[in-house]
């Protein structure tokens, strides 16, 4: 693995293009960005289409629901290992890249994130247990009006998955812009060497050769 510490600026900004390489641009098999498929992923669950991510919402038809959701958690995740080190980088990373109506999340509504990618990606249900023990139901829907991707629900929470999309979308127009405007260049560092870990992944054609 290279040290990102000492990368010259074009080696990192390289890093960078390949993986928000645009999704909408066809790439069957070789090296491609984790993030580009994981975008790709999402319509063909979602909607069965690739198009333009601004239209993705404007589509009427929805399919797949909870693998969709499932999708965009992972791609959350991944954006997450890129941008944060440490522990929380979940939430971390959903309270400073991710928005509703133009305000960032709170932490509740960051950790309530959480508890849904959780409740999908390791069980499979839709409830989680407070810090007391205490049952929080957890609730999924598709309602093209509301786009909130997180509200509180009586003792419960709430979930859009257009919300949640739409958050994602914006989550990585707001991380790749920071990238671009990192002269520090710590969140430049912190995103090169998780590329090295996370950002690539060859699709190979036909079976896969042992020698």
Not at 78 to 88: Q, T
Request: hydrophobic letters at 40%; charged letters at 30%; glycine letters at 6%.
């Amino acid at each position: 693995m290279t040290n990102a510490a000492h990368e010259p600026t074009e080696v990192i900004d390289d890093k960078i293009a390949k993986f928000f390489f645009d999704p909408n641009v066809y790439i069957a098999y070789g090296p491609l960005s984790t993030l580009y498929l994981v975008r790709q992923e999402v319509q063909r669950c979602l909607i069965d289409h690739l198009l333009p991510e601004e239209d993705v919402l404007r589509h009427k038809e929805r399919r797949c629901l909870f693998a969709s959701t499932m999708v965009v958690f992972a791609g959350i995740d991944l954006l997450a290992k890129c941008a944060v080190a440490g522990n929380d980088r979940v939430v971390k990373f959903l309270q400073t890249y991710g928005q509703m109506n133009g305000r960032r999340l709170a932490r509740e509504e960051a950790e309530a994130i959480v508890a849904f990618r959780n409740a999908l990606m390791h069980s499979f249900g839709l409830h989680h247990k407070d810090e007391d023990g205490r049952i929080v139901p957890l609730i999924i829907y598709w309602d093209p009006e509301r786009r909130d991707a997180v509200e509180r629900r009586g003792d419960g929470w709430m979930l859009s998955i257009d919300g949640l999309l739409e958050m994602f979308y914006g989550s990585i127009r707001r991380y790749k812009r920071a990238l671009s405007a990192d002269t520090e260049g710590s969140l430049r560092r912190q995103f090169a060497e998780a590329f090295d870990r996370y950002g690539m992944i060859t699709v190979a054609q036909g079976p896969v050769r042992k020698d």
